[in-house]
């Protein structure tokens, strides 16, 4: 009977947002930040490609409402123009960064599935921004030890937000450190992974987070240990590191 009443409690205390990775301890006050922060300043465009990302049955991976909005929010202060994504699913967080960049901004975005992609793709051409978008199919580290090679790209690159493969974090922060501006940032986001960072060895975890659990912890080791950088670790959604490129 009590296992019952608990998790009809559980049910009731479950916020709205679907893909909902928030660490804030009390759903009822990530609702609020949502209700009264969040969705009245949501731009439609935003709010239509959240809604139909919610039905699709990978939801988890998107970027939450209050993350597109700070990322919005990020992008205006430091007048990027020049951005890249690695990680784009139905491209929530693209949208919102193709929103916040001028109008002669640029995206180079990257993601092994296109499928996805063309889901939000007419909420995105319906917004008027598709134009800033260079969507590339495929791995992301072929394109970029291309552009490193290629040598013209060195140091271009206003902002560059990572939301992919977990166990290529490090791999995409060698490369990217030498894309990134001398005062440009690099967001790493699932920086946090579900709270499992502080979880002990034999705690009861989904496969998947156990599984990329390692990778994260060594990327925020390695990023607290990297010179070249300054650091900041948001417990937004599910954990951003902020890398602000010094030197």
């Given amino acids: 009977m009590a296992e019952n009443v608990e998790s009809k409690e559980n049910q009731v205390s479950r916020h709205q947002e679907v ?3 928030s660490l804030l301890q009390s759903d009822a006050l990530y609702q609020y930040i949502l209700e009264t922060s969040v969705y009245p300043r ?5 709010k239509e490609l959240r809604e139909i990302t919610a039905k699709h049955p990978w939801n988890i991976m998107t970027t939450s409402a209050d993350e597109g909005q700070f990322l919005s929010m990020l992008l205006k202060l430091i007048n990027a123009r020049n951005t890249m994504e690695i990680g784009v699913y139905t491209g929530y967080s693209l949208l919102a960064t ?9 995206i180079l975005a990257m993601d092994i599935n296109k499928e996805n992609y063309e889901l939000g793709l007419p909420v995105i051409q319906k917004a008027g921004v598709a134009h800033k978008i260079d969507f590339r199919e495929g791995p992301a580290l072929p394109v970029l030890d291309q552009m490193i090679q290629d040598g013209k790209y060195h140091g271009t690159f206003d902002f560059i937000f990572v939301d992919a493969d977990k166990d290529n974090y490090l791999n995409y922060h060698k490369r990217l450190i030498d894309l990134v501006k001398i005062g440009g940032v690099i967001g790493y986001d699932n ?38 950088i300054e650091i900041c670790q948001l417990p937004v959604g599910d954990g951003i590191t902020l890398c602000r490129r010094i030197s």
């Avoid at 193709?98 to 901004?105: F, K």
């Fill in 19 to 21: 893909g909902h990775k």
């Fill in 42 to 46: 949501e731009p439609e465009a935003m």
């Fill in 98 to 106: 193709a929103l916040a960049l001028p109008e002669d901004g640029k």
């Fill in 191 to 228: 920086t946090l992974w579900n709270g499992s960072v502080v979880a002990p060895p034999d705690a009861p975890l989904r496969k998947y987070v156990r599984y990329y659990r390692d990778f994260v912890l060594e990327l925020n080791k390695a990023l607290a240990a990297d010179p070249r």
